[in-house]
């Protein structure tokens, strides 16, 4: 693995079913996030994790949660799908979540994203 | 109100030239701004990031501005090719802890043809 991973690349979904969108990333990051991007909108901040065993609601939290076991992964879960979910999703990671320390640009790298769709 | 827009929305040039997108800021207090690429199905990439401090930062055919004091931000791209065609994102950074110090534009859609 180099760098931030997701699974799986798409998904059609029944709405009520339960789903998990899988991140993985090997840089050691302590921070992670979880956003969706929707046409027209720009990406949204869903959840995210500044270190292991912590997580924090971002902008559009309802009806996802995550968790944050160890450093490397960040799972999505969404517990009774609706079509309003439907997006195409992004995980990232940050060394830090420090923006504005000196020297700390806090980039935050993307993975490739899962296309989600609702029916 | 913590905003970022960004226009145009698309822009359609031709290959070898030149072209130049907006990004307009009222996030406060300010930490950085930064110019991601992302292409079709994939990712944003980022491309440059520029403190108060800086008023300008290049990389390869790419070339910020940041003003500052009108919160004004430019991308100017050189000598386009094919695979500029992207959407390119202008990020600002708060100067606050949190996840959600970062607010995001919603894009310029570039599409460079031959």
């Known amino acids: 693995i180099a760098g931030i991973t997701q699974a799986p690349t798409s998904q059609i979904l029944a709405a009520g079913r339960r789903m998990t969108l899988r991140c993985t990333q090997d840089m050691r990051h302590n921070a992670m996030y979880w956003y969706r991007q929707d046409l027209g909108l720009g990406l949204r901040l869903i959840h995210y994790?500044?270190?292991?065993?912590?997580?924090g609601k971002g902008e559009v939290p309802d009806g996802y949660s995550v968790s944050r076991a160890n450093t490397d992964d960040f799972p999505l879960t969404l517990a009774s799908a609706v079509p309003s979910q439907t997006s195409v999703y992004f995980c990232?990671?940050?060394?830090?979540?420090?923006?504005?320390?000196?020297?700390?640009?806090?980039?935050?790298?993307f993975g490739p994203g899962t296309r989600l769709t609702v029916l | 109100k913590n905003q970022v827009e960004q226009s145009p929305q698309s822009l359609i040039i031709l290959e070898g030239k030149n072209c130049t997108l907006q990004?307009?800021?009222?996030?406060?207090?300010?930490?950085?701004l930064r110019w991601y690429k992302q292409d079709t199905g994939r990712g944003p990439v980022s491309l440059t990031i520029m403190t108060f401090s800086e008023n300008t930062k290049s990389n390869g055919r790419y070339t910020a501005t940041l003003d500052a004091d009108t919160k004004q931000s430019s991308l100017h791209i050189t000598a386009s090719q094919l695979s500029d065609s992207a959407s390119y994102i202008c990020v600002v950074s708060a100067a606050e802890t949190g996840a959600n110090n970062l607010f995001f534009g919603t894009g310029t859609r570039l599409t460079v043809i031959p």
């Open positions: 990004c307009n800021y009222t996030v406060s207090p300010f930490s950085n």
């Open positions: 990232a990671s940050s060394a830090t979540n420090r923006a504005f320390l000196a020297g700390d640009h806090n980039e935050q790298f």
């Open positions: 994790s500044n270190t292991a065993g912590t997580t």
